[in-house]
């Protein structure tokens, strides 16, 4: 979990991350199991468009599920605008089954750095993605958009995304009023720490 947080500011880590993710995917081996997803994260954070090829690559010859899975998470994780758009035309595609290529969503999604072309893609491909899912597939995917939001703007634009289009699947409803309950919770969080953390970082 740390290293993906702390590569931004830690150069050699995110070098040694990225010499161990090409490891990875020439060898399928010299990393931990549970470091194989954050290496490749921080190897496409800023990643080119040769990088973002070689996941794809990977990802169309991996071994199993769990390991597609684990790069496409990756393919999610780069901010180049025309790569997080590439990136996103996955999703909207068919060549990738969607409860795989949604991998690809969330990383774009709850980044801020990339948040707007989400959002800028869910409003544009919403009824496209819901209707290559199930009732309870649907729920899920709507109950986790409106818990993602923590800036009142972006939940509020959410919030009309999902709610009109929620009574549509069953369970759906009830996934996003507890999903925009969370977000309001955070919101409502952020309101009241954010004073005491500007009085705090003032005296620096």
Known sequence: MLVPLLSDRDAPLAKQATELADRWLAERKGIEADLVGPALQVSAARGDA?????????????????????????????????????????VAGTEIDLRDSLGILYPILFKRETRALGLEFVSANIDGLL??????????????????????????????LVAP?????????????????????????????LPVLRRFLARY
């Open 50 to 90: 040769a990088r973002f090829d070689k996941l794809l690559a990977a990802s169309r010859s991996a071994r199993d599920r769990n390991e597609q899975r684990q790069i496409l998470n990756a393919i999610g994780a780069f901010r180049d605008p025309a790569l997080v758009k590439r990136a996103l035309l996955l």
């Open 165 to 193: 289009r929620a009574a549509k699947y069953d369970g759906a409803a009830a996934a996003v009023a507890r999903g925009l309950e969370q977000s309001q919770q955070c919101i409502d969080a952020a309101a009241r720490k």
């Open 131 to 160: 209707g290559r899912m199930r009732d309870d597939e649907a729920a899920w995917f709507l109950g986790g958009l409106a818990g993602g939001f923590c800036v009142p703007e972006q939940r509020a634009r959410i919030e009309a």
